[in-house]
């Protein structure tokens, strides 16, 4: 399984830190086959030590240059860096980043061989319009995406799930995942609303290969609760 941490703007450089020590402790006795990942706010990117991967939440697709409030991969590679979360159905909404620029961030890490959690996810009103209309939505997300890129793992996240409280049922899950995985062949996660109260039944879903969290994963002992369920 694959447990991620998303801790969009939560968390501090200082108490970052403090997580990740108390985390990397916790996962002496994780399984060998899982993995986990954590992805801090830009000003809490460091070099750290331990049994999990560091990704960022944004990057820009560029070396270095005149980007004014973004990041490259000079800033990337000081502490090297090389996975990233790539259209966050966040960005896409606040930052208005659409599906053409995604793409472009996606390809221009890809050519850069950074590992990539590439989000997808449906608004509600898709969502009550049924099956076909979530399919349409969600494939529509992979223009411009390769994805026989043997780096990407693929997270769906459906929007009104995220920040709710009000997880997808295990049926919207399993179907949902069944479609995605019936055109695509990479590992594919489920977010929204995870947590110590339903991670069992969330992972125990077939076509679910590990979970994006994000409110859950930001007390430590959440996490692990988890990644130890
Ligand atoms: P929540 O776990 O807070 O619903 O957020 C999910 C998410 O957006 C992770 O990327």
């Known amino acids: 399984m694959i447990y991620a941490a998303n801790f969009k703007t939560n968390h501090t450089r200082t108490?970052?830190?403090a997580y990740i020590e108390a985390l990397s402790e916790k996962l002496v006795k994780k399984k060998?086959?899982?993995r986990v990942f954590v992805f801090p706010p830009l000003t809490a990117l460091?070099?750290?030590e331990g049994d999990f991967?560091?990704?960022t939440q944004n990057a820009?697709?560029?070396q270095n240059g005149a980007y004014t409030g973004e990041i490259g991969l000079e800033q990337l590679n000081e502490f090297d860096i090389t996975t990233i979360l790539i259209g966050h159905s966040e960005r896409r909404e606040h930052m208005h980043e659409d599906q053409q620029t995604v793409a472009k961030k996606?390809?221009?890490?890809?050519?850069q061989g950074?590992?990539?959690i590439y989000c997808i996810g449906e608004p509600l009103e898709v969502r009550e319009s049924g099956d076909d209309a979530v399919a349409k939505y969600l494939l529509a997300q992979f223009k411009g995406i390769d994805l026989s890129y043997?780096?990407?793992i693929v997270a769906y996240e459906p929007i009104w799930a995220i920040g709710t409280g009000r997880s997808a049922t295990v049926e919207e899950i399993a179907s949902t995942h069944a479609m995605l995985k019936s055109n695509m062949d990479r590992p594919l996660l489920y977010g929204g609303s995870v947590k110590p109260a339903n991670i069992k039944e969330i992972t125990a879903i077939d076509g679910v290969d590990g979970v994006l969290v994000g409110s859950a994963s930001l007390d430590v002992e959440s996490f692990s609760q988890m990644i130890f369920c």
């Open 15 to 17: 108490t970052t830190r």
């Open 60 to 62: 820009y697709p560029t």
């Open 150 to 152: 043997e780096k990407v």
């Open 53 to 55: 991967t560091i990704g």
């Open 114 to 116: 950074f590992e990539i």
């Open 106 to 111: 996606y390809h221009f890490f890809m050519e």
């Open 46 to 48: 460091d070099r750290f």
């Open 32 to 34: 060998v086959e899982d």
